[in-house]
């Protein structure tokens, strides 16, 4: 991951934290107590998910409930390469793959920090053929090619 990268997801997760949703101003503190008194912090989860933003989650959440709250990972992610930032700036990267494809009974949990942010990055080869006309460009050199060779 490039140095502009870092940076950006850096900057926002500071950020999100004065962020507002629903018209409710985000604590800035690591943990809070909502008008139900449950404790809870803020993390942020970007990248190709269903519905990437900042939730309201409960103290010692999980990757994996944290994923299902932003609608899960999109067709074409690279679960191998999820990337957790933290509010001081270190990183690590973790192998979805792996944990939920593991044979063990009991699988690895992966627990969150107040103001993380999971980052999923699509595959390139997803993006080749989901952001670009090569599909289309290909397809349509093919018909191309089919018609001269039935003209002839």
Do not use: C, W
Not at 23 to 39: A, E, F, K, M
Not at 82 to 109: A, T
């Amino acid at each position: 991951m490039n140095k502009a990268m870092k940076i950006f997801l850096l900057f926002y997760s500071v950020v999100f934290a004065s962020t507002t949703i629903n018209g409710d101003l985000l604590s800035s503190q690591d943990y809070y107590t909502d008008s139900d008194g449950v404790i809870r912090m803020n993390i942020n989860i970007i990248g190709h998910v269903k519905n990437p933003g900042v939730f309201s989650v409960y103290d010692g959440m999980d990757v994996l409930s944290a994923l299902s709250l932003a609608g899960g990972y999109l067709n074409g992610a690279d679960l191998k390469n999820i990337h957790i930032y933290n509010v001081s700036g270190e990183s690590y990267v973790i192998n979805l793959d792996s944990l939920l494809n593991s044979k063990k009974k009991e699988k690895k949990q992966i627990y969150l920090q107040p103001r993380d942010t999971i980052y999923i990055k699509q595959r390139k080869l997803s993006k080749i053929f989901t952001s670009s006309n090569l599909p289309s460009l290909f397809l349509n050199i093919l018909n191309i090619a089919l018609t001269i060779s039935r003209t002839n």
